[in-house]
């Protein structure tokens, strides 16, 4: 039986959201973040540089602009609930596209897909949230973390099961963990088969209304610097544990730890988030960032990279909760769409050069200690930046 969003808001909404939250645990969690996991093999098996791995995240990136800014019109057209589907249909297809081929091209399709999957159930997810949490005012900043911790239960799994797959089959076997982690998001993905919300419901032929983006350039600017900084961390970290001699153990513990410290972020994160009116809330998690990503250039001891994990972990996704908290506190409702895929594309923007100028700084130097350092410091000049955002006047 299908129930009506609107009862399902009203009996248990946080059960409806960590519904909604499966989509970026399948198109962020695993789609985009298990990549790191596999590219050590994929690099070794399919003799890559650092230019050409980092040329996959930056694909991927660019479908992620790309769904990020066509999301609003699908979602005013089909309904947000409908895009949440799709998406999440487009980044199982593209996971299992993965496991059937070894074609550079093909290969690169497979990752576009999947960061526009991604990005579309994404934004749509998010002002779904948000609306949500409206009809909750004294729980709304707790009910947005939920969903923003969901992309933290595909990184859990991704650890638990691609290095332990790598080590089973041998090196070369990067096309089984894309087939397995595929067949897991199938999975996952069949509560979000049932009709949670009519589509109906969130469609609209009125104008949606303009926003001013002028006002809040330095928050963009500052969300800009995190897409382009954590990306390298994300993408790189594995291959760099790896390469301090750690097992599969030490790399599915790292990981694990990355997923598990983000599920902390909706009780961590409440109090800040809610008083995001101003850029300082995404200062703070921002902040907390850059200081997990700086840790690892401490050294390979498993307690610092554990510490890093942890830290990083906690505020990745809450500093994306930090900008819907942002977008909800300054703009209408109807607007909340439109306003979430702006800072999307700034987001995907900075993302979608991370990857590649990395790579390349690591190919030059020879050491992917350089990509931690460019990592780091972009994260805490978005921090600083971020701290200077002023509420937005009416």
């Not at 791995?53 to 990136?61: E, L, S, Y």
């Amino acid at each position: 039986m299908t129930l009506p969003d609107t009862s399902l808001m009203r009996r248990n909404p946080a059960l409806l959201i960590l519904i909604l939250s499966l989509a970026p645990a399948i198109g962020l969690g695993i789609g985009r973040f298990a990549y790191s996991l596999v590219l050590p093999d994929m690099r070794d098996s399919l003799q890559w540089s650092y230019s050409s791995a980092g040329f996959m995240n930056t694909v991927n990136a660019a479908g992620y602009l790309l769904g990020a800014l066509a999301a609003s019109s699908l979602g005013k057209r089909y309904g947000l609930f409908a895009v949440i589907q799709i998406g999440t249909v487009a980044c199982i297809a593209s996971l299992l596209l993965c496991g059937v081929t070894t074609d550079f091209t093909l290969l690169s399709i497979a990752r576009f897909v999947t960061g526009f999957g991604a990005a579309i159930s994404f934004v749509a997810g998010g002002a779904l949230a948000a609306s949500i949490g409206l009809t909750h005012p004294e729980r709304s900043a707790y009910l947005l973390s939920l969903f923003y911790a969901g992309p933290g239960m595909g990184i859990l799994l991704s650890g638990l099961i691609a290095p332990f797959v790598l080590q089973g089959f041998g090196p070369g076997s990067w096309w089984i963990v894309w087939l397995v982690l595929g067949a897991v998001s199938v999975v996952m993905g069949l509560p979000l088969l049932r009709r949670l919300i009519d589509a109906a419901d969130h469609t609209s032929n009125a104008p949606v209304p303009s926003i001013a983006i002028w006002p809040m350039t330095i928050f963009l600017v500052g969300y800009f610097m995190f897409g382009a900084g954590y990306i390298a961390y994300m993408t790189f970290m594995i291959a760099y544990v790896r390469d301090g001699g750690g097992s599969a153990i030490a790399q599915s513990a790292f990981w694990c730890v990355i997923g598990v410290s983000s599920f902390a972020s909706p009780w961590a994160w409440r109090g800040v988030l809610a008083r995001g009116q101003t850029g300082r809330a995404m200062a703070i998690i921002l902040g907390t960032n850059a200081v997990g990503a700086a840790m690892p250039l401490l050294g390979h001891s498993p307690i610092i990279l554990g510490i890093s994990a942890a830290v990083f972990g906690v505020a990745f996704f809450a500093v994306v909760a930090a900008t819907t908290a942002f977008v909800r506190f300054n703009y209408p409702k109807e607007a909340w769409p439109k306003a979430i895929a702006v800072v999307t594309i700034v987001f995907g923007i900075g993302q979608t050069m991370g990857p590649i100028a990395v790579g390349a700084i690591s190919d030059a130097t020879g050491s992917l200690t350089s990509a931690l350092v460019v990592s780091a410091a972009t994260l805490g000049v978005g921090a600083v930046l971020s701290a200077f955002q002023k509420e937005l006047r009416a």
